[in-house]
């Protein structure tokens, strides 16, 4: 099929960011189940997955210096962007302590303040990405209107 050759010929980066977007949506499906056994061990697999994922996803952006074009560019914009590179590790470090919390405690009356809290990581991930995709996007738009 179309597709499996497609997924095959893809790039691990778009490969990575596929996966992570189809876990983020079955995590986000999990949120607003009720929470039983069952969806306790969903929740561990999907986020036992992304905590494998991510590493490898935050390594593959910061290979040969993250958002080095940007910084090279605009070194003015260093602290801007070593923020954004700090919140790698604050992103998974967050995701592996609710990891950890799920496995702790009665799932049962714990559920509610983990599912927010679980929502509130993947806000904070959301916003992440869209920093980096908007500090990519004004220095690329800087740079075009310097070169005319």
């Known amino acids: 099929m179309w597709h499996e050759t497609a997924v095959a010929e893809a790039t691990p980066a778009y490969q990575m960011l596929a996966l992570e977007h189809l876990l983020l949506g079955d995590l986000r499906e999990l949120l607003i189940e009720e929470p039983t056994p069952h969806t306790r061990k969903a929740l561990s697999c999907v986020l036992d997955m992304l ?7 935050f390594a593959m952006e910061e290979h040969g210096g993250y958002l080095c074009g940007v910084t090279e560019e605009f070194p003015t914009w260093y602290e801007k962007v070593e923020a954004l590179r700090d919140e790698h590790g604050e992103l998974y470090a967050e995701l592996l302590g609710l990891r950890s919390e799920l496995d702790a405690g009665d799932f ?11 929502a509130d990581w993947m806000e904070h991930l959301a916003s992440h990405e869209e920093a980096e995709r908007s500090i990519v996007h004004i220095a690329s738009t800087l740079d075009i209107g310097e070169g005319e």
């Open 51 to 57: 905590l494998r994922l991510l590493p490898s996803q």
């Open 108 to 118: 049962q009356s714990s559920a509610e303040r983990l599912q927010q809290r679980l």
